[in-house]
Every structure is written in structure tokens, then in C-alpha cells.
């Protein structure tokens, strides 16, 4: 098992995540926040994961304050935003560093020295695609929309 898929995050109702459960998934890995400009990305996550969770894809959101505190909100304040605003589906970690000193082992593993795509998160709504084998395949801007041509052509190639 890969060590990507060794790791268990907490989900936001507090019950543990284990990243084995998305094992023989390409996972579209997001720091999200509620109050950023980009947070309207949740939608097209969203539509994502719905167009191809049937083909073996997961989005994971992963909410961060480390921007701007744009995530101040708890567990279930996080999750009420995200449930009404956006309808979202997809899997969400409890609040995790991606910087520092404190970063988690998921954003060391993805974004730590030796990583396939080294270097701190820029901003929110920074993500990582990752193979079922655990692999990194891809790291797409804050910017990068998750419905852009670039996004939808690597997770489909990385599923067919």
C-alpha cells in the first residue's frame, strides 16, 4: 500500500478518514475555505465528482485557514457552507496545516521535500491529482478552474 493510502484523516463529523477507502481511485486532492474568491470552485469540484465518481474518481477537500483565515469556521459550520452552498458529496478532512511547521503528513507527502511537485501551497483551492496507486501525478493551480480542458484531460487519462 502506498503511503498516500496508509494515512487516515479526521472527516469532519470527527470519524476517522482512512485514505485506503479511496485506494483504486484517482483522487483530486483541494485545499478549500469558505470565504476566498475561488471558493465558487466548489461547484465545478463538485460537478466533477459527480460526472466521474462512477468511473472511479474522488474529489477530497481538505479545508485550511493558513490564507487569510478564510476557513474560521468549525467542523460543522464548514460542513453546513459546504452541504447548502454547494451541495457537496465529496469527502472533507477536518482543518489541516499545509505550510509550516506544523504542515500535515498528507501535504508532506504530496508537497514536501522529495515530492513529485515540491513547494509550499500558494492559496486555496491548490490541488493535487493522484493516481490509484498513490502516485502524484499532477499539481494544478489555485487558479486552474477544476473544470478547465487541462484538469478534465489529466483525470481522464489517468483513468482511461
Known sequence: MSAFHELVL????GTPLPLETLKDRVVLVVNVASKCGLTPQYAALENLYQQYKGQGFSVLGVPCNQFAGQEPGSEEEIQAFCSLNYG??????????????????????????????????????????????????????PRTAPDEALVIQAIEKALF
Open 10 to 13: 479526521d472527516a469532519l463529523d
Open 88 to 141: 457537496v458529496s465529496f469527502p472533507l478532512s477536518s482543518k489541516l496545516d499545509v505550510n509550516g511547521a506544523d504542515r500535515h503528513q498528507l501535504y508532506r507527502l504530496l508537497a514536501g521535500e522529495g515530492a513529485e511537485f515540491p513547494g509550499d501551497i500558494t492559496w486555496n483551492f491548490e490541488k493535487f491529482l493522484v493516481a490509484q496507486d498513490g502516485r502524484v501525478l499532477a499539481r494544478f493551480s
